[in-house]
Every structure is written in structure tokens, then in C-alpha cells.
């Protein structure tokens, strides 16, 4: 962003300019979650001190004059721009449930609109009175859609069939697997995480994975399989999932802290979600166990409980053996191809 900015200015354009392309870019990052959690705080003081600075540069005693104008332009960003949103959206072949929470999201003035018109009354272009209107949009529009984002979904289904007016009649509908946020949660995919990811395409269930490997990211992206960028430890992270509709939460990170802080997510986001985590230790097991984990995957002993039930079905199956060795040679083939490796503990 620096760099960007930098260049920018060096070339005689603003700063700002620079710094807003950059972070458009940055916006489209797989990472962007992780950068946005991480610059949370930064991002907040700056926004309290653009606040303040616009507050200091408005003058209220405008404020009685221009009411009118202001409560007059409120409802038609509050109203009309979310109306063209859906419109637009309609004709483009989007269904009602995605241009409809679109169009809410958008219900409210832009802080570049203040940028712009601050700008016009520091170059002596725009009357001064303007700023302080343009000021009491952005307050009631920013207020009101706050409100209307929160009870969108109540929105959504009173006015569904109005909202079908702008729908296409020729638009694909989406399937209930579309509709629906994911239903599992899969943090970590390399090594167990590979065979969970291969269960439940096969069984067809929504789902979402993080993982922290760019690598990783990047190849699962390139399989249109639904990933995110991001630490587990990060609590913002764990915050910003859709949580929604999650019935499901499994994690392969065998470190207690992390394991604990996504038991904690999940009990606070999504009480009734079975969450399965990963440990080596008892000790750390039991803990897991009592802090409120459905079950603690531990490979070592899950190893030998596989072995107890295939000498069981040997006996009942002559060749379950050689079935059982082609399966095991296919995906160690499939893990070795993805760069995949057993961890070498002597404990």
C-alpha cells in the first residue's frame, strides 16, 4: 500500500489515490480476511480520527436550513439506491435472495462522498453548507442500514415475492446446497483434512475450509472447493465465518490453544454444533474434553482401533486385505503428488 501510494505521488497524483488502488487490489486477495483482521485496530483509529476531522469541518449552524434537503436525499439513498441495485442485479440474471441483500448493504452514503465534497469547499467550488448537508445524509443513512443489514433476513421474507419483481424468468434457481451457507466447517486440510475433504464431497454436504498454507489456498481454489485464508488462533477470523447454518466443526490443528479458542467460537456462534478437534496428549484430550469438544481425534489411538477392526473383517472376507492395500496405495500415491508427509514422532 506504501509502495503504490509512493509511486503515486511520485508520478504527481495524490496519495490517496495510490492508497485506494492498492487496497482494491488488496480487497480481491485471497488473504483478505487475514489482512482485515490483523489492521482491524489501525483501521479503526483512522476511521474515529476522519470522523473527528469532519465533525471539526462542518459547520452545524446549517444544520436547521438544510434539514429538509438532507431528510429528502436520506430516503432516496435509503430507498432508491437499493431499488436500482436490485433492478440492475435482476437484469444481470442474479436471484432475489442475492440482489436483495446486496441492495440493503448499500443503503447509505459512501465516506468518499465526503471526501469529495470536503475537498470542493477546501477549492472554494462547492458552498459550504453543502458539506454539513451531505454530513447529516451519511449520519442517518449509516444508522438506518445498520438496522436494515441486522433484521435483513426477517426483511427478506416479507418481502420476497415483491423483491421477484426485478428476478429474470429465465434465471437458473439456485439448489438448496447454493442457498444454504456451509454446514461444516473444516479448519486444516493437509493430511487429515484430505480424506474429511474427500467425504463430504462425496456425500455432498456444503462445507468451507481454512487453512494458513498459501499453498494449500491456492490449489483448492484451483478445485472450486470453498476455502478461506486465515489463521485459527485469530479470533476475528473465527468471528467473520458464516456460522449461520453450521452443524458441523472439525479441526486436524493438533495445538490445544487453537483447538480451544474454536471450541469457545463454537459454543459462542453456533451452540448445537458438534466440534471434533485433534490431539497427541491425554492430558490435553481430557482438558478438551471438559472445556465442551464432541470428540478428540487421536491418530495414534485411532490407528490401532483400525487395525482391531480390519483383522475383524478379514475373517470374515478373504481379500479385504488386497482390497484394503490398492485404497491405501491410491492415496498415498495422491498424498505424495500434493507434497504431503507423515510427521516423524518418536513419542
Known amino acids: 500500500l506504501f509502495v503504490v501510494a509512493g509511486i503515486f505521488y511520485t508520478a504527481g497524483f495524490s496519495i490517496e489515490v495510490g492508497a485506494l488502488l492498492a487496497g482494491v487490489t488488496l480487497s480481491m486477495s485471497a488473504y483478505r480476511f487475514e489482512i482485515s483482521a490483523r489492521l482491524r485496530s489501525i483501521r479503526d483509529f483512522f476511521i474515529i480520527l476522519f470522523f473527528v476531522l469532519l465533525g471539526l469541518s462542518t459547520d452545524f449552524s446549517y444544520v436547521v436550513a438544510v434539514l429538509p434537503s438532507a431528510l429528502l436525499l436520506s430516503a432516496l439513498v435509503l430507498i432508491g439506491k437499493p431499488l436500482i441495485v436490485m433492478l440492475v442485479m435482476g437484469r444481470l440474471g442474479y436471484t432475489r435472495r442475492t440482489y436483495f441483500f446486496t441492495g440493503i448493504s448499500l443503503a447509505q452514503v459512501s465516506e468518499f462522498s465526503f471526501i469529495l465534497v470536503a475537498l470542493g469547499v477546501s477549492a472554494g467550488t462547492v458552498p459550504e453548507e453543502l458539506l454539513t448537508t451531505v454530513t447529516l445524509v451519511g449520519i442517518i443513512t ?18 420476497e415475492r415483491v423483491a421477484g419483481i426485478f428476478e429474470r424468468r429465465d434465471v437458473a434457481r439456485e439448489t438448496e446446497e447454493q442457498r444454504h451457507e456451509p454446514r461444516f466447517l473444516l479448519f486444516g486440510h493437509n493430511r487429515i483434512g484430505y480424506a474429511l475433504v474427500e467425504y463430504l464431497h462425496k456425500a455432498r454436504a456444503p462445507f468451507m475450509v481454512i487453512d494458513y498454507d498459501p499453498a494449500v489456498v491456492e490449489r483448492l481454489e484451483t478445485q472450486n472447493v470453498p476455502v478461506r485464508y486465515g489463521d485459527a488462533s485469530d479470533a476475528e477470523l473465527l468471528h467473520s465465518l458464516p456460522w449461520q447454518k453450521i452443524e458441523c466443526i472439525l479441526s486436524t490443528i493438533p495445538t490445544e490453544e487453537v483447538s480451544m479458542l474454536i471450541i469457545q467460537a463454537g459454543r459462542r456462534y453456533r451452540r448445537h454444533a458438534r466440534v471434533f478437534v ?6 490435553e484430550a481430557l482438558r478438551l474434553y471438559r472445556a465442551g469438544a464432541s470428540f478428540v481425534i487421536m491418530p ?12 475383524a473383517h478379514i475373517k470374515r472376507e478373504t481379500r479385504y486385505v488386497e482390497r484394503m492395500r490398492r485404497q491405501a496405495l491410491a492415496e498415498l500415491r495422491a498424498r505424495k503428488a500434493l507434497g ?3 510427521p516423524h514422532d518418536t513419542t
Open 300 to 311: 495414534h489411538f485411532l490407528g490401532g482401533n483400525f487395525l482391531a477392526d480390519a483383522l
Open 142 to 159: 449509516i444508522t438506518l442500514s445498520t438496522y436494515l443489514m441486522h433484521y435483513g433476513t426477517q426483511l427478506f421474507r416479507a418481502l
Open 278 to 283: 485433534t490431539s497427541h496428549d491425554i492430558d
Open 340 to 342: 504431503q508427509s507423515h
